[in-house]
Each structure stands twice: as structure tokens, then as C-alpha cells.
């Protein structure tokens, strides 16, 4: 078949604007509407492409005619074309693999100097290296994102790493720490992207940092069941006091030491959960039983010394009517008797003592003061004292007289003067007498 009779150009020359360089997003034309532009079927049924290097047999055909020849080379360039074209439509939508699509368009472009097909080679050619390059960008760009998600991966599994580490060696909040450190294993498994050495050794930190604190928090446990077990047993012993106290009589005294077992029942510190309140109970228990007791005996002292004050400030009208003025022997007996009385009447509320003691010594204290009174004034001491200054005035007066006879005034006047002297203190004397 000759040139000529297929109407296609010379097998050296390619169509003009189809020209290797045709750009990136040139669109392939399909080679079905018009083959002849690319290739052409010999005389003897060889089957040729044009390219940019020249002519290329891509097969023979024996079947029927050259045009049907060369169009079904030109539907299987098409074929390719296809997917190619599909190929990068995928890659553009993000659907694609960045991956498969350049290891399938490499192996395209590859295969394509050899490839059995009539068409736009060269634009095809553009368009797979179109492609590759697309692909080998988006392969840059996804390993750069895979590279960040790593980098913040390995971030924050450190951050959660040294939390943990930290919570291993400092918190003593054991609930809300082992929470959190639960919180921390469920998130650490969310994180991925994480190379596996990186992962393993930021691994080996937290289970370690976790094992330490289940240690130390066992520990704490362990020490606190202890404490919690001598607990319970020195709370037994304070149970057994209290309890042989709760029938004692002896007021003061064991309401003072069941005061001393409460402040050591707060120092015992606590017992077991399960057994701290039965415990408690018990303890106070026998407090109440005896304070009950103690309560009821006051509440009866109580009334015995109210009716008591009564008594006594039925005395307390008697004694003040008393008058030692009149009669002092008989206010002093009137007064013993009151007071003989009066302890025989007994306790009064303690609120009342200074009341009606009060009252009772002003009694006692006026009848006292009648007797001082008297006393003071029949004072033998007193009276001759006051009889002494008397009689030695008499001597004075007397010199002073005798001196005045005997025409002695000097010495009369001084016997005079030594008399008046004794006098002022003769005067004090029984004035003294006189005001006891």
C-alpha cells in the first residue's frame, strides 16, 4: 500500500502542534477519528507509528484492510490513553494512591517506546510525565505530612511519657493519678505513625513510669493496712477501758479519763473501713451508758440540793433577824445553833454557794464586830494604861503646885507643862477605850 493510496503523511514527518513538547495539561487527542495523522499500514500489512525520532513499527496487519488495520492500532492507543487520562484524573481528585499512580505511570512511560499502538506519542509521553511529576509531588508532600504527624506522634507520646514519669515520682492523689493513668494508656493507643524503635523505647518509659507508681501506690496501701490494723487493735483496747468504766461511780475522776480516751481514740488514727464505725459504736457506747448514769444521779443530786437552799434560806430569815446589840450571848447562841443546822442541811447547787454563804457570814461577821466591840472596851490593858497617864498627871500638878509655893515658878511652870502633855495622852488613852 503506497503513501498515496492511504492519504498519510511521509513516515519521517509529524503533524505540526503534536510536537513532543506538548506542555503539561495538553490534552491527548484520540487517535481513533483520524489515524492516518499517525501512522500508516505498508503494502506488505506492517503497521507504523510516527514519532519525534522517526517511524517505528508497532505490528502487522493481515485481517482485513489497511484502514481497519490502522484503526485498531489507533483504538488501542486510545485504550492507553484512556487510562492514562484516568490514571491522573484520580490522582488530581485525591482518590489515587501517590504511590500506585507513579509506579504505574513510570511503568507506562517505560513501556511506551514499545508500545503496539497508533496515536499522539509524544503528547501522551508529556502527559505521563505530567503525572509522574504530580505523583512524585504528592508522594513528597504526603511523606512530609507523614513526617509532621510522626514528629507530633512522637511528641506527644513524650509529653504523656514524662506526665506519667512525673506522676510516678510525685503524686500521692493515688485515685485521680491512677485515673489519669489510664486515661494516658487509652489515648498513648490512639496515637500512631510512630516508627517502632521511637515507639518501643517512649513505650519502655511509660510502662516503667506505670509499674513505679502501682509499686509505690502498693506500697502506700500495704503501709496503710498496717497503720490501719494497729489501729483497730489499740481502738479494741480503748473499747475495753470505756467499757469497765461505763458502771463506775467515781464521777470526776472517769469522766475525766473517758475525756483522755476520746483524744486517744482520735490519735489511734482510723481503723478498716468495714470495722471503724461497729468500733466506734462500741466506744460510744459505753461513754453514753455511763454519762446516762452520771446524768441521772446529778439530776437527782440536783433536786436534793435545791430543796437543800430552800432550807437554808429559811435559816438565812432567822439569822438576819438576829440583833447582837440586845442580847450578844444570846445572838452567839442563836447563831451556833443556825449553823449546826445549816451544815446538817447539806450540799446546795454550786450556783447558789457564794449567795447564801455570803448571806450567812454577813451575819456572822456583824455579830463578831458587836463582840470586837465589847471586848475592846473592857480591855484591862487599856484601862490602866489610861489610869497610868491619869495618875502621873496627878504628880505633874501636884510638883507644879508645890513649886508655886515655894515661889519656884520656873519649875512650876515646867511641872505645868509636863502635865498637860501627860494629860493629851491620858485623853487619847480613854478616848481609845471609849471608841472599842
Keep these: 500500500m503506497s503513501d498515496e493510496n492511504t492519504g498519510t503523511p511521509a513516515p519521517h514527518q509529524v503533524p505540526h502542534g503534536h510536537t513532543p513538547a506538548a506542555g503539561h495539561g495538553a490534552p491527548v487527542p484520540p487517535a481513533e477519528p483520524h489515524p492516518s495523522r499517525w501512522g500508516r ?36 492507543f486510545d485504550d492507553l490513553r484512556t487510562e492514562v487520562e484516568l490514571l491522573g484524573t484520580r490522582l488530581s481528585s485525591g482518590a489515587g494512591d501517590p504511590k500506585h499512580a507513579l509506579a504505574t505511570a513510570t511503568q507506562l512511560r517505560e513501556s511506551l517506546p ?16 505530567q503525572i509522574v511529576a504530580h505523583a512524585e509531588t504528592a508522594l513528597a508532600a504526603a511523606k512530609q505530612e507523614r513526617e509532621q504527624a510522626r514528629a507530633a506522634a512522637v511528641g506527644r507520646k513524650q509529653a504523656l511519657a514524662e506526665e506519667a514519669e512525673k506522676i ?86 472517769t469522766a475525766g479519763r473517758y475525756k483522755e480516751l476520746m483524744a486517744e481514740w482520735k490519735a489511734a488514727g482510723r481503723a478498716p473501713k468495714e470495722a471503724d ?6 466506744f460510744r457506747a459505753a461513754q453514753d451508758a455511763f454519762f446516762a448514769r452520771r446524768s441521772a444521779t446529778f439530776s437527782e443530786r440536783d433536786a436534793e440540793f435545791a430543796a437543800n437552799a430552800t432550807r437554808k434560806e429559811e435559816l438565812l430569815v432567822e439569822a438576819e433577824k438576829i440583833d447582837p446589840g440586845a442580847n450578844l ?33 454577813a451575819v456572822q461577821d456583824r455579830i463578831r ?68
Excluded: C
Excluded at 500512631?192 to 502498693?218: H, I, P, Y
Excluded at 507644879?400 to 502635865?419: I, P, V
Design 277 to 282: 464505725d461497729a468500733l466506734w459504736q462500741r
Design 114 to 129: 514499545t508500545a503496539a499502538v497508533v496515536g499522539d506519542l509524544a503528547a501522551l509521553s508529556a502527559r505521563i510525565d
Design 369 to 436: 464586830a458587836v463582840e470586837d466591840s465589847q471586848w475592846r472596851r473592857s480591855d484591862p490593858e487599856a484601862q490602866a494604861r489610861a489610869a497610868q497617864f491619869r495618875e502621873r498627871v496627878e504628880q505633874f500638878e501636884a510638883q507644879a503646885a508645890k513649886a508655886r509655893a515655894a515661889g519656884d515658878e520656873r519649875r512650876a511652870k515646867k511641872a505645868e507643862e509636863q502635865a498637860a502633855q501627860w494629860r493629851e495622852w491620858m485623853q487619847a488613852a480613854e478616848q481609845a477605850v471609849a471608841d472599842r
Design 41 to 76: 499500514v505498508d503494502d506488505e500489512g506492517n503497521v507504523y507509528v510516527r514519532t519525534a525520532d522517526g517511524e517505528r513499527t508497532v505490528g502487522v496487519w493481515q485481517a482485513g484492510s489497511p484502514e481497519e488495520g490502522l484503526l485498531h492500532y489507533a483504538r488501542r
Design 168 to 253: 510516678a515520682a510525685e503524686s500521692v492523689q493515688w485515685k485521680a493519678a491512677g485515673d489519669r493513668l489510664r486515661a494516658i494508656l487509652d489515648e498513648w493507643k490512639t496515637i500512631k505513625g510512630v516508627d517502632r524503635k521511637t515507639d518501643d523505647e517512649l513505650w519502655k518509659r511509660f510502662s516503667k513510669a506505670r509499674e513505679g507508681f502501682n509499686r509505690r501506690r502498693g506500697s502506700h496501701f500495704a503501709e496503710l493496712d498496717k497503720q490501719r490494723a494497729a489501729a483497730k487493735a489499740r481502738k479494741e483496747e480503748l473499747i475495753a477501758e470505756a467499757e469497765a468504766l461505763a458502771d463506775s461511780t467515781d464521777w470526776g475522776p
Design 329 to 361: 450571848d444570846a445572838a452567839k447562841a442563836q447563831l451556833r445553833r443556825i449553823q449546826e443546822q445549816w451544815d446538817e442541811i447539806g450540799k446546795v447547787p454550786r450556783e447558789r454557794i457564794r449567795e447564801l454563804d455570803g448571806r450567812l457570814k
